[in-house]
């Protein structure tokens, strides 16, 4: 293909603002002692299981976020340990997604430390894209005293490559003009989307770069990836026209669910209800990173003759937790082993959404909300379930961190 690959008629200014080190940073400010110093953030004073955050100084000793604990400690044993403030974090983001909203109505929140901007039209009020992005860096510095890393491009890809390539306090513009020669030798795994199966599959057919990516013959990307194809040439061509889409643009599902459809049909009862507890936290993993609620939960099950049946049953108090949500549907499934047949799928639901701010009373133990949103950090920066019960160690991939629920 030809440098026209790259190139595409659509012309944005996307920022991408990423917090540099948000909880351990805040941490850091809140007490002066520990500035300069490594410092380490977990879930509480008494459940040290997942790394949530890591200064710069403890990064050096290669701490990171989403790290066993226990590593971490041999790492940096020197390092100041403290627990998470999730309710002080939940203030600090929206103070500063308030800072942005006065350059841009059209905000995209990702996580709670990172953002997307629609600048396009709007950036030359404020002297163009780079004294933008100056300005907006300025006033969270001022008025919260922390940096952040911004990220300039033509689209929401580009703009998170480029935040990742400045941090931390920095800023970085790619434009599209520089996409091809960028693009040549970048590796596949630099691009946002693209996890280790599917970088793994790709080298596997001796695609190794974006840009090889981006010249690859999409029959052939379709053929290996299915529909994917189409958007993995996209992405190495350095093309995104996804939509930096506000809170208040987004429709309000009418139910969330997740299913799996087992190995061999079963009807082993400790292996269903490990099933139902992934897909129950999954469930709730998506509940709160859209701010809903269950009032019902629901469990399908498909047999091995193909016969599908639901139940559902409505729950007393509005949830988006993990374990509340799995009690009910494990009460389902006993029901419904009553029927002797082998089962080949296992899902469950949540619907009768509601919007709104859930009491820390309705929960069996408050704790698990405040671990809950420190997990779903991880999980919304390093993947869904990254982070997940210590009850679901051997679910996947068996390097995933756990917590305790």
């Keep these: 293909m030809t440098k026209d690959t790259f190139m595409d008629t659509t012309d944005r200014t996307i920022f991408l603002l990423d917090m540099d080190a948000f909880f351990a940073s805040i941490e850091q400010r809140e007490d002066p002692n520990l500035m300069g110093k490594p410092v380490i953030v977990v879930g509480s004073a008494s459940q040290r299981s997942v790394v949530c955050a890591a200064s710069y100084e403890a990064r050096g000793f290669g701490v990171h976020s989403a790290m066993p604990y226990v590593q971490a400690a041999r790492l940096c044993p020197q390092a100041k340990v403290v627990a998470a403030h999730p309710g ?29 901007m629609d600048m396009t039209g709007t950036a030359e009020r404020f002297g163009g894209a780079v004294r933008a992005a100056v300005m907006i860096k300025e006033r969270i510095r001022s008025a919260e005293g922390l940096s952040c890393t911004i990220g300039i491009g033509p689209g929401k890809l580009v703009a998170k490559l480029a935040a ?28 946002h989307g693209i996890g280790a199966k599917t970088a793994a599959k790709l080298k596997s057919m001796g695609i190794t770069t974006a840009g090889s990516l981006g010249r690859a013959d999409r029959r052939v990307l379709a053929r290996v990836f299915g529909t994917m ?23 309000r599902p009418k139910s969330l669910s997740h299913e799996h459809t087992l190995e061999k049909d079963t009807r082993d009862p400790g ?63 006993e029901i419904a082993m009553k029927d002797p047949r082998p089962i ?53 991939e068996n390097d995933h961190i756990t917590f305790k629920g």
């Design 88 to 116: 002080l974090y939940r203030s600090v983001s929206r103070n500063i997604f308030s800072i942005c909203e006065n350059f841009t109505d059209m905000l995209e929140i990702s996580s709670i430390d990172e953002c997307y």
């Design 164 to 191: 990742g390539i400045k941090k931390p306090d920095g800023l970085y513009q790619i434009k599209r003009q520089d996409i091809p020669k960028l693009f040549s030798t970048l590796p596949i795994s630099k691009l």
């Design 229 to 251: 194809g189409d958007a993995l040439a996209d992405m190495g061509a350095g093309r995104d026209d996804s939509p930096v889409i506000p809170y208040y643009m987004r429709p």
């Design 271 to 333: 292996l269903l209800r490990h099933t139902l507890r992934y897909l129950s936290e999954q469930v709730a993993y998506r509940l709160r990173n859209q701010g809903l609620y269950a009032k019902n939960v629901g469990i399908t099950l498909r047999f091995r003759d193909l016969e599908r049946i639901t139940r559902s049953r409505t729950i007393g108090n509005a949830t988006d937790d993990g374990l509340a949500i799995y009690k009910t549907a494990q009460e389902l499934l």
């Design 344 to 396: 080949r799928l296992i899902g469950v639901s949540a619907g009768s959404l509601e919007e709104g701010i859930m009491q820390y009373g309705l929960f069996d133990n408050p704790k698990r909300k405040t671990l809950s949103e420190v997990v779903d950090g991880l999980n919304s920066r390093f993947g869904s379930m990254s982070v997940k019960p210590a009850s679901l160690l051997n679910t996947e």
